[in-house]
């Protein structure tokens, strides 16, 4: 049976499976959630199992824990590719936006709507059905390449436990190629491959005034106030070109190239309805690059939340003690997340007046950002077998976004592919997130045909 | 008998009708002690018609009555005064850091600890003593200036229904001066007068982005940040030198005189005392100004609150789809409220980025800022009428604060004069609110000077 056929006809049974996974609250950043998580990996354990996966174990780490499966190839000389996902979802607050329960996963048509539908739950069940469509075309008892899952529990928490798994387990995750299934297409009618993602380090900025609120008329105007110490350090990331002002910052930006401007401008790229997408009236950014290279290419320092003083109803005439806000920088290559940091410890250290301390605390090391060679075997190789699912020329993205992929390449030692059928409106991160059914299975899919593919072209 | 005999021969029966009224709980604010506001009220129009006040009378409002009495003048050609103060209280929160009942009025050495001891009953008080010390050392029936009382019940609730009240007896109430006793002197030591409060106004800034919270990395970059664009209108309402930057605030900014400056510079002052107060390390405001001068007849613009996305524990990338502020305005001379509001209303508007919308509310119409002319004759008459009660020279001063006094000169079309023998660390508003009988004794001599000055310097 073909892999289309056979894709099609399990869908029922793939939707009922996902479904299921998507009821458990797997939240990794919510510590009340933690044994949702670990059910959430019990859950794919078992999936994998009855998927075939001579080898299936839940790896702990020093959080949550991950999902490992080994799926041996019948030809031992065959390569091996790790394929990289994750369990655990993003928090879903404010929850009065979501139109259902974020929760009881709900079918509109062709849509399947919940936390996790496509970041990230969706994407690593397609493997399940794709390999299953690889055996069933095949009919071989194992895959042509050895398969190795590896779904880890972290990611929506900036994955701090991750490098050391990779590390911890580094023989048993031995490959040649690792592929990515958590990133998006360019849109369901122009398939592409990501090329690359940005880094990402974020931290929270406390700053401290005065012992206690003050009362402002008593004080005011004669007392630092630390809103306002706050507001100004914020505001001064950026130059008025929109460019990030932190000295030091874009040390290590490497500037994109004319060749990949000229890739990315071959994408029929429609910002009106990008906007709609982002539900924004206007586009805003650094001044000399599009949309796209803001989003793919460029980095940025982005305000995630701020509060101070007074929140509540009515007013409260006061000079506040403290004012706080979570600042997130995604990075390009060859930014380093950590020399980041030091750049923006001396940027608040260096711009406080007296009177006032502040504390700039980041979540973790990091993630560093990723490319790919456009012209690797590997990558020939997948934008082939999405072109056989999809019937169509595969073209090339980036993702604005950040996963712990530079740390999967960095410590297996191999190159990257993504492989992958989100959309930029299946809103995640956000309330109502949901997946296209119909472009998991062509995920699952390219999937199937991505073993012989890669096999072919990975032969030594 | 001169005033200042007459006032010690009677401290006690002073002291113990304070303490009669002190013991009623007159908190305006707590709807369960509205009966109490009322037996003040009563207990105050039975002391004044005691006294010997020809008319007494409890005015009611939509909220708690205030109380009302006149004194004519023996000369019908004399001025009229209106003094005025509250009978109202402050809550008593936190009641377990009082170390004796606030409600039972307790008298150690020379000081009296009870609610409303210093603010203001004490203050309204002395008055009666004063105008008795005055009639016993001229021998005659009735004051040289026709004296007013006007005693309102809601000023800790922030006089709701005072405007209404002045409007509705703005026959009754017509007048060449109004005495303020509700405010404090530098110091037991150091006698003065209040010349000036700052006026006030206060609103929340509304800014939105994105009509929905975006994922940092697929949009981050390349939408409008809300958070990010208030921050820069917040940081942008100054300049470098620490003045307030908002274009046309200033415009009625008067500027401190030189003699005013010199006379402030004359206080007393012990900034370091004042951090300590303060709980800041450092003093911090607008350049070329002293911390008094910053406090007392600069403007402010304070972030009083802010707040904006993600503000929970942990991580979560988003741009936020709205930021959120409250920011107060104190005022000074000649400053009007609405008009600083049009003021903020179009720096806001002007400031914004395309796809970024905002809105500012205003809590209501404002505080106005008033000062006093320092060369005027009832400024004059009444300094040294408190120079003849403290044998010493009176210096002023101004508040930080704000209070409904703008309004009072402006419905009664009468300057204003603060007499008032408060103490900062009587810890008004506070456990364990105290008021210093000696001082409250000047008061009534100050008081029994004040309608011989005010007779002579204001007579036509």
Same sequence: chains 1, 2.
């Avoid at 994407?123 to 590896?150: D, E, Y």
């Avoid at 004012?323 to 406080?352: E, I, M, T, W």
């Avoid at 973790?364 to 082939?384: F, H, M, Q, T």
């Avoid at 999809?390 to 073209?395: G, S």
Wanted: aromatic share 6%.
């Amino acid at each position: 049976m073909d892999p289309r056929t056979y894709v099609e006809k399990h869908r029922g049974e793939f939707v009922a499976a996902l479904k299921d996974w998507l009821a458990i609250p797997s939240i990794s950043a919510d510590p009340a959630r933690s044994g949702d998580v670990r059910r959430s990996a019990d859950w794919l354990a078992a999936h994998l199992a009855d998927t075939g996966f001579p080898t299936v174990e839940v790896w702990e780490t020093d959080g949550m824990p991950a999902v490992f499966a080994e799926w041996p190839a019948t030809d031992p000389g065959a390569p091996t590719v790790v394929v990289y996902g994750h369990h655990d979802v993003q928090p879903v607050d404010p929850v009065e936006a979501w139109h259902t329960d974020p929760f009881v996963p709900v079918e509109q048509g062709d849509r399947l709507i919940g936390r996790g539908a496509s970041d990230d739950k969706g994407q690593v069940l397609f493997h399940t059905l794709g390999l299953r469509a690889n055996l069933a075309a095949s009919g071989a008892s194992a895959p042509p390449v050895t398969v190795k899952l590896l779904v880890e529990g972290e990611e929506e928490s900036g994955s701090p436990h991750f490098a050391e798994l990779l590390k911890r387990h580094r023989d048993r995750l031995g490959c040649d190629v690792v592929v990515i299934s958590d990133t998006t297409m360019w849109s369901a009618e122009t398939p592409s491959m990501c090329v690359g993602m940005r880094g990402l380090t974020d931290c929270q900025i406390d700053v401290y005034g005065p012992e206690v609120d003050l009362h402002s008329g008593s004080f005011g105007g004669a007392v630092p106030n630390p809103a306002r110490v706050l507001a100004g350090l914020l505001a001064g990331m950026h130059d008025a070109d929109g460019r990030i002002a932190i000295p030091g910052f874009h040390d290590d930006v490497a500037e994109v190239t004319a060749a990949e401007r000229g890739l990315l401008a071959r994408l029929p790229f429609d910002e009106a309805e990008w906007l709609r997408t982002a539900s924004s009236t206007a586009a805003a950014g650094e001044a000399g690059y599009s949309t796209l290279e803001r989003v793919w290419v460029r980095p940025t320092a982005e305000i995630n939340g701020m509060w101070s003083g007074h929140t509540g109803a009515g007013t409260k005439t006061i000079v506040p003690r403290s004012a706080h806000a979570k600042v997130s920088f995604r990075l390009v290559p060859d930014q380093d997340p950590l020399r980041v940091q030091r750049c923006v410890d001396a940027y608040v250290a260096g711009n406080l007046p007296e009177g006032v301390r502040a504390t700039v605390a980041f979540a973790g090391p990091g993630v560093r950002p990723c490319a790919s060679d456009l012209e690797s075997a590997a990558v020939r190789a997948a934008r082939a077998a999405m072109g056989r699912a999809f019937d169509t020329e595969v073209l090339f993205t980036r993702e604005g976004g950040s996963g712990p992929e530079a740390d999967i390449a960095d410590v297996l030692g191999a190159p990257l592919v993504f492989v992958a059928v989100g959309l930029d409106d299946d809103r995640i991160h956000a309330p109502n997130e949901k997946v296209e059914v119909p472009l998991l299975l062509k995920g699952a899919e390219s999937a199937a045909h991505l073993w012989d593919e890669l096999a072919a072209a990975l032969r030594p």
